[in-house]
């Protein structure tokens, strides 16, 4: 399921992430280096930049923000229920 949605860049988009999110989009491929803009449903519009992506395994991005710069690292764990 994971696959279909990698190409787009639209994994948080699809329930498959942060549900206290109003938007995510991004500019370009879904690629290190690409820029994006999040929206919390609660909070203000943030830049971000892919710092690193491993396909179908983990992506990591960062915003930089006064003083800091956040990072996130996004892992997908592949399980089967029986």
């Not at 948080?12 to 938007?23: T, V, Y």
């Amino acid at each position: 399921m994971l696959s279909k949605f990698w190409p787009y860049g639209k994994i948080w988009q699809h329930g498959l992430g942060d549900h206290k999110l109003g938007w995510v989009e991004l500019s370009g491929a879904f690629k290190a280096g690409a820029i994006g803009r999040i929206k919390p449903k609660k909070g203000q519009k943030v830049i971000f930049t892919l710092e690193k992506v491993i396909k179908n395994v983990c992506f990591s991005d960062y915003a930089k923000l006064p003083f800091t710069r956040m990072t996130f690292d996004h892992e997908y764990i592949h399980f089967v229920v029986l």
